[in-house]
């Protein structure tokens, strides 16, 4: 027998935002000594300390102007803020999985927009 949880809701987050989220977490446990941190929750820790480049604030910033782009879903936005893209074969692995391509001028414009941020 195979209990499921029921998915309440869904919400994108950059890696940044889980940082901050996370790092509370860790604020919180680290006051209270009989609490470790479980191996799952200190791996994910070390990796958004790795890889969280922007601030979370910078980071949301930047979804939002993505977002006023054609062509940019949510999902991509947030990929996008989290992976900065430099060049265009970097925003296009991005794109690889889309039923649609970029053309040269539509990917710039992106570029342009995480270039502000970077």
């Known amino acids: 027998m ?4 029921e998915k309440l809701d869904e919400e994108y ?3 940044s935002e889980a940082k901050s989220l996370l790092n509370e977490v ?3 446990r680290a006051g209270d000594e009989d609490r470790d941190l479980r191996y799952e ?3 994910a820790i070390e ?3 790795r890889h969280a ?10 979804v939002d102007d993505l977002l006023e782009l054609d062509k940019v879903s949510e999902e991509i936005a947030h990929r996008i ?3 900065l893209p430099e060049d265009r074969t970097e925003l ?4 690889a999985n889309e039923r649609f391509a970029l053309d040269g001028e539509e990917l710039d414009e992106i570029l342009d927009v995480v270039a502000k941020y970077v």
């Open 2 to 5: 195979t209990i499921f949880k």
């Open 13 to 15: 987050i950059t890696i």
């Open 26 to 28: 860790e604020d919180e």
């Open 41 to 43: 929750l200190a791996r």
């Open 47 to 49: 990796h958004v300390n």
């Open 53 to 62: 480049v922007l601030e979370a604030e910078e980071s949301r910033d930047l």
């Open 81 to 83: 803020a989290d992976l």
């Open 92 to 95: 296009r692995a991005i794109y």
